[in-house]
């Protein structure tokens, strides 16, 4: 069985007698039970039914209560499609208007493995009878297991309009990343967490992923999701609230590599048929984070570190993460027009310029060697500003850092001869942490503060600015993050 269209009439106030559920992952609207002898048993609806459309308004791009308002109207047209036809394994013909129509396929590549994700119903791919958790083999006859995900999206691409994509039954294991600017919800994590013993643990973190990009790490254990405590709730409880999070979702881990409890915000989400990723920092801005090859950011011209002032004549300046993308999701049509700066930085003036005594102080360079065992902390945290200054925050006195004669206030520079001023703070994070043996850090320090004993000067000076010019890749996604190593 297909799809097919059950037409009737209702009067008000007349129940259907049916149970209906979004799945939140696939986005598909199904009919979960239906009672016996119901006006939804008459008309024609099975359970298993996935909705398609209601009187010629695509069920895909709505919410379950406007579903569940559009079902109330007098007279019905509803386009459902058989569940029999779910996850048939073996080839699939594809059928497209045009080479350059969408198929409605999103999937992930893992270890050789293409996994579908997401699949359009109202699109040629669910029309042919792919699936979401089916495991893409062969494309036009082409084994695509030793292929990348660009080589596969290539094959798929340039197939044409009629074409055999072969999938076999599958699971998927984590959910991948990637939202629409035009369809409906949130960028899926890109985690996967297990429950037992009343706690709840991340088991595997994608580093494409949402989840990943806001600082979650495999075996964090997960503590409060926006707010909320989650210590010994229902497992699908907690699913629920990770996916009902929204664009700020909050979370607060308790990480077992540093016995430290970290609390981190989304900031950040992939528009993936723009091909691009933007960030909202705390200061308000909209920056590109990412540009994916041969999409259609790429096209237009914008870079990595790009600020998005307007979309579609709207300022974007202050908004908050939703609110850019539901500007993204409203009507613009096939064309999604942005005013964007290309090198933004920040300026202060000041007001005592003229005066014969700058009120900016300088700070010398020095460089220290810090000696450590394996799994031995620093005894020391980092805190990354606005600027994108990594600070030493606090210091534990038994720690080698401070042994080392590195203090709190003071900036660090450069570890190993490799500067850190470009990097990100995750990626400074790692640096130290997976660094053994004979760390070189290099510092600076206010000049007027005596320097590090038996540390080498290095005899130059730098400005404190009270500006910041550099390239667009200085502006941290996280602009007060702290973490302790």
């Known amino acids: 069985m297909g799809s097919r269209t059950i037409e009737f009439k209702r009067s008000p106030n007349t129940p259907l007698g049916m149970t209906i559920e979004t799945d939140e ?29 209601i009187n010629g308004a695509k069920v895909y791009a709505m919410q379950l209560d406007e579903v569940l308002e559009a079902l109330k109207a007098k007279e019905l047209k509803v386009e459902v499609q058989s569940s029999s036809t779910n996850a048939n394994s073996g080839k699939k013909f594809i059928k497209k208007a045009t080479a350059d129509s969408p198929l409605g396929l999103g999937f992930a590549t893992e270890g050789g493995v293409a996994t579908v994700f997401r699949c359009d119903p109202t699109m040629p791919a669910y029309e042919a009878g792919i699936r979401v958790g089916n495991v893409i083999t062969h ?19 340039g197939a044409g309009t009629n074409f055999t994509i072969n999938v076999e039954s599958g699971a998927v294991e984590a959910m991948p ?7 409906d919800g949130n960028e899926p994590l890109g985690i996967m967490i297990v429950s037992e013993d009343g706690e709840t643990r991340i088991t595997k973190c994608k580093k494409t992923g949402a989840g990943y990009r806001m600082g979650l790490r495999k075996d964090d254990v997960l503590l409060t999701v926006n707010g909320a405590n989650i210590k010994g709730q229902d497992h699908s409880m907690i699913l629920g609230a990770l996916q009902a999070g929204g664009f700020e979702l909050l979370v607060s881990v308790h990480r077992p590599k540093d016995g430290q409890v970290h609390k981190f915000k989304n900031r950040s989400t992939i528009i993936q048929d723009l091909g691009c990723t933007i960030e909202v920092t705390k200061k308000g801005l909209v920056q590109v984070k990412d540009v ?3 999409s259609a950011a790429e096209a237009a011209g914008l870079k990595i570190g790009d600020v998005i002032l307007e979309l579609n004549g709207k300022s974007v300046l202050k908004k908050s993460l939703t609110e850019v993308v539901n500007i993204l999701r409203s009507d ?9 700066c290309s090198r933004p930085h920040e300026v202060v003036l000041e007001r005592d310029f003229g005066s014969s005594k700058s009120s900016r102080s300088s700070r010398t360079k020095y460089s220290v060697e810090i000696s450590r065992a394996k ?10 500003d606005e600027n994108g200054s990594h600070i030493i925050g606090k210091i534990d006195e038994a720690g080698p850092a401070f042994k080392a004669g590195i203090r709190s206030e003071d900036h660090l520079v450069a570890i190993n001869g490799i500067k ?47 500006s910041s010019s550099g390239s667009p890749s200085d502006m941290q996604p996280d602009d007060f993050d702290e973490a302790v190593f």
Do not use: C, Y
């Open 420 to 466: 850190m001023s470009k990097r990100d703070h995750e990626s400074v994070l790692q640096t130290l942490s997976e660094t053994i043996g004979t760390l070189s850090i290099s510092i600076s320090r206010i000049s007027a503060s005596p320097g590090p004993h038996g540390a080498q000067n290095s005899k130059s000076e730098e400005k404190v600015a009270d």
């Open 375 to 384: 799994g031995q902390s620093l005894g020391m945290s980092l805190i990354t």
């Open 177 to 183: 990343v990637g939202i629409s600017s035009q369809h």
């Open 139 to 157: 494309v036009n006859g082409k084994d695509i297991s030793d292929l990348s995900h660009e080589q596969i999206l290539s094959a798929i691409k």
């Open 25 to 53: 992952e696939t986005r598909l609207t199904k009919v979960k039970q239906i009672n016996h002898g119901s006006l939804g048993d008459s008309a024609g609806f099975s359970e298993g039914d996935i909705l398609v459309s």
């Open 332 to 340: 613009l049509g096939p064309e999604v027009p942005m005013i964007v």
């Open 292 to 294: 994916l090859i041969k």
